[in-house]
């Protein structure tokens, strides 16, 4: 089982290679790293406002 917020290594993936392509170069672990925790961090507000909106109804 996976933690909250930890997502199937693709959409990681996916990611990382859409900056590979705009920037035209392979990034390093570093960047990658805080790509991913940037991707995290992102599907985190996008659930929470869902949440907010499913309330407010």
């Known amino acids: 089982m996976t933690e909250p917020l930890e997502y199937p290594y693709i959409l ?3 990611v990382i290679m859409y900056l590979e ?4 170069r392979s990034l ?3 960047e990658k790293h805080l790509l ?3 991707y995290k961090y992102g ?3 996008e659930a929470e406002n869902e ?3 499913v309330f407010a109804e």
């Not at 392509?21 to 035209?24: A, F, I, S």
């Open 28 to 30: 390093n672990a570093h």
């Open 51 to 53: 949440i907010k909106i």
């Open 43 to 45: 599907r985190m507000v």
């Open 12 to 14: 990681y993936n996916e």
């Open 21 to 24: 392509t705009k920037w035209r």
């Open 36 to 38: 991913i925790e940037g």
